[in-house]
């Protein structure tokens, strides 16, 4: 049974925490109060905000953290049935505290009329704070739930579920309040997944090759632990001349830490290459998110 990590999860929550402020402040600082939307829940909440406050003349006036909320319960509980405990108790303290500070009147625009840089500034920081989520094995919720869960069934991108989301967003958006709007939200998220992308990773799938003197031990726990299968290959050192065994698999992404960290528990001398993967054809098993 794998014990409990104490350093480990601290540097989460931390990573957690942090992650979670930038998203905050991405929000109610950058993008919200110059009318632009980000993706997902938080972007549909915002359109659904708008669009009444527009059509009331002001009169009414839908508070954004508790709707984002609302939105999110059903999509948590999803998560919880579906995929991995840890993913989900991290993602539901995300989500909790974004609500929150979202549901606060705290939020105005900092860089006053100039939308081009809320849009440029408030994408950065959003892609900051969820690659920091995703990198240590949580997210900021929402439509990422179903779509991660999608992209473990289906082996397709999570970001084409997004960009497919999003764009109904920003069509939306653009229909109602005009094209500068739209544009320049396409631009906020346009840095948004950048930034993911330098952060977390481009890629759905990574390659790994460990090179161990503890093959027999690490083979076991993988194959107690997770579905994937593990190819063995006989490999000698070179300066050593030393006979060692080469393990090879394919996982994916939401993987990586766990795979990584396991490994280097077993054999903490073990060289370990990980390489991005584009696609996989064949028997490939998929597994919750760690």
């Not at 905000?49 to 009414?60: I, K, L, M, W």
């Not at 505290?97 to 939308?115: N, R």
């Not at 309040?177 to 939200?185: D, E, K, N, R």
Request: hydrophobic share 50%.
């Amino acid at each position: 049974m794998r014990t409990f990590d104490l350093r480990k999860e601290l540097r989460t929550l931390s990573s957690v925490l942090f992650g979670t402020a930038l998203i905050v402040v991405a929000i109610a600082f950058f993008i919200d109060p110059v009318k632009l939307y980000t993706g997902g829940v938080s972007g549909l909440s915002q359109l659904i905000v708008n669009v009444v406050e527009d059509a009331t003349g002001g009169a009414f006036k839908i508070n954004l953290g508790i709707l984002i909320y609302g939105f999110q319960i059903p999509l948590l509980i999803f998560g919880w049935f579906k995929l991995s405990r840890r993913f989900i108790v991290y993602t539901i303290l995300s989500v909790t505290l974004t609500a929150f500070f979202l549901a606060l009147p705290i939020g105005y625009a900092v860089m006053g009329t100039d939308t081009l840089g809320s849009a440029l500034a408030g994408g950065g920081l959003l892609g900051i704070g969820n690659g920091i989520l995703l990198r240590v094995g949580a997210s900021s919720g929402g439509t990422t739930i179903p779509f991660q869960y999608l992209s473990l069934k289906t082996g397709k991108s999570v970001g084409l579920y997004q960009i497919a989301f999003n764009a109904a967003i920003i069509l939306l958006a653009g229909f109602r309040f005009g094209l500068p709007i739209a544009v320049y939200t396409i631009v906020s998220q346009m840095m948004n997944s950048v930034v993911i992308d330098k952060i977390h990773t481009a890629y759905n799938f990574m390659k790994l090759e460990i090179v161990t003197d503890a093959a027999d031990d690490v083979l076991a726990a993988l194959a107690q632990r997770l579905p994937h299968g593990v190819t063995v290959v006989e490999a000698t050192g070179l300066y050593s001349l030393q006979s060692k065994k080469m393990l090879y698999t394919i996982i994916s992404v939401h993987e990586m830490n766990t795979y990584v960290n396991l490994i280097r528990e077993i054999d903490p001398k073990s060289f370990i290459v990980m390489t991005g993967v584009d696609g996989v054809r064949g028997n490939f098993k998929k597994k919750f998110i760690k």
